[in-house]
């Protein structure tokens, strides 16, 4: 462990002393900016210690709040315990309850095509919870969401780069963005995916990795099925469809939800371009276009299976 991790973490346990921590072990896997720590307590129970930098604390601390609200509004996720700052180090501090269990990439393969399914509707459940929550502070998202289209596109451009039927897909995007006027806007965890949900068994513990929070229209957060859910489970994929609706897909649904896979064609191929693997965002988007329809806005191919 560096020296200066080390002092940041003296620091912070100094501070949370109540806690008797015994143990801490480095939490490596993942994606996000924060350093990570298992706490071990000397009671058994475990917790997790999160170390953001100074210049994203206003984030961090609007990330915290919303996991309150979020707790009690009875999503299964993390208990958001303590928030503080280190202003010596140049970071805080997020001291949250640990979830125990597995990533549901590494579960969700080793289930039944049922218990696939079954946990598919039981995490929409939870996402139905999430998109309760409605921002403070009213916006123009219709605008904010297209002038970012905007920008995605002009990066795409800028870096030189163009991707399998572009064409059809900006085209479909100016067609059919109206029907974006009238959508709600609510909390988006803007990465509802199995490698952020915990399971214990054929049973979902919990949704972790709320640090990309978005607002906006809730279906927005589908787009990651085609994306992400299906190269794992699309029984999962499935069954987190038919559970949001509570069995009753509408066809509106399907509209917005084609819409919304267009609408991330630039940002996938700027993701590629920056992670340095667009030969496999580009295979992947190619697949994804020829089995959804951006034409009548039907259901794609991996639901209709």
Request: proline share 3%; hydrophobic share 35%.
């Amino acid at each position: 462990m560096m020296e200066i991790q080390r002092m940041i973490l003296e620091q912070a346990l100094a501070y949370l002393n109540k806690y008797k921590v015994e143990d801490i072990k480095p939490i490596l896997k993942g994606y996000s900016d924060d350093a990570k720590y298992l706490l071990g307590l000397v009671d058994g129970t475990s917790l997790l210690l999160k170390v953001s930098q100074l210049k994203d604390v206003q984030r961090k601390k609007e990330e915290f709040n919303y996991l309150r609200v979020h707790y009690d509004n009875g999503v299964k996720c993390s208990e958001p315990l303590e928030f503080f700052i280190l202003e010596e180090y140049n970071v805080c501090i997020s001291l949250l309850s640990f979830i125990e269990g597995k990533s549901g990439e590494d579960v969700l393969p080793l289930l039944s095509k049922e218990d696939q399914y079954s946990l598919g509707w039981k995490a929409s459940e939870e996402l139905r919870k999430i998109h309760k929550v409605e921002p403070l502070q009213t916006f123009d998202w219709y605008k904010k969401r297209w002038d970012k289209c905007l920008r995605k596109k002009k990066t795409v451009k800028e870096l030189g780069y163009t991707f399998y039927k572009q064409d059809v897909i900006e085209e479909y995007i100016e067609k059919n963005y109206e029907i974006l006027k009238d959508s709600p806007t609510r909390f988006q965890h803007d990465d509802f995916q199995p490698l952020n949900m915990i399971f214990n068994g054929n049973e979902l513990s919990g949704i972790i990795d709320f640090n990309r929070f978005d607002w906006g229209d809730p279906l927005e957060e589908f787009f990651k099925l085609p994306k992400y859910t299906n190269r794992i489970s699309v029984e999962f994929s499935k069954g987190q469809v038919d559970g949001y609706f509570a069995g009753f897909v509408p066809d509106y649904f399907w509209r917005k939800y084609n819409l919304f896979v267009a609408l991330n064609f630039h940002a996938s191929i700027i993701g590629g371009h920056e992670l340095n693997n667009l030969e496999m965002v580009i295979q992947r988007q190619k697949n994804i276009f020829d089995t959804h329809d951006f034409v009548t806005h039907g259901e794609p191919e991996w639901y209709k299976k």
